[in-house]
């Protein structure tokens, strides 16, 4: 009968290290240094016009955008409007939720979900705006 608690630990120690991964794969290396892996990346941004943590990280995306190759997705206008570079995208990742940016290089992908993720990355890559 000492098995379950047993069993019960590992399964929870399982999951934690998977979260930890996940969120390492999903940007979290990227937390405190320049991140070269994103230069010449093709980065994609889903938002939507509604959400206050897209309109709060959108200045810094679009300063970015100057630096950077990024296509923005804007997800409040529905499947007929998103291009098909964008939908076909978020159909094959299932973005997980808004904001959120993408990048894609040498067939790897980088997932920066949130606010607080995407802030971190503009922060690496030296983005500033005055507010």
Not at 65 to 76: E, H
Not at 94 to 97: A, D, E, L, Q, V
């Given at each position: 009968m000492k098995r379950k608690p047993i069993l019960y630990l590992v399964t929870f120690l399982s999951g934690v290290l998977i979260a930890m991964l996940l969120f390492l794969s999903a940007g979290g290396e990227y937390g405190n240094q320049k991140p070269e892996a994103l230069e010449g990346a093709k980065m994609y941004y889903f938002y939507a016009d509604w959400?206050?943590?897209?309109?709060k990280v959108k200045p810094y995306v679009t300063e970015?955008?100057?630096?950077?190759?990024?296509?923005?997705?804007?997800?409040?206008a529905?499947?007929?409007?998103?291009s098909?570079?964008?939908l076909e995208i978020a159909k094959q990742v299932?973005?997980?939720?808004v904001?959120?940016?993408?990048?894609?290089k040498d067939n790897k992908g980088y997932l920066f979900v949130g606010e607080d993720q995407?802030?971190?990355l503009t922060k690496a890559a030296g983005i500033e705006v005055k507010e």
């Open positions: 959400c206050p943590h897209c309109q970015m955008a100057k630096s950077y190759d990024i296509v923005f997705c804007n997800l409040t529905g499947e007929n409007t998103l098909q570079e964008c299932r973005i997980p939720g904001p959120t940016i993408l990048a894609v995407i802030l971190n």
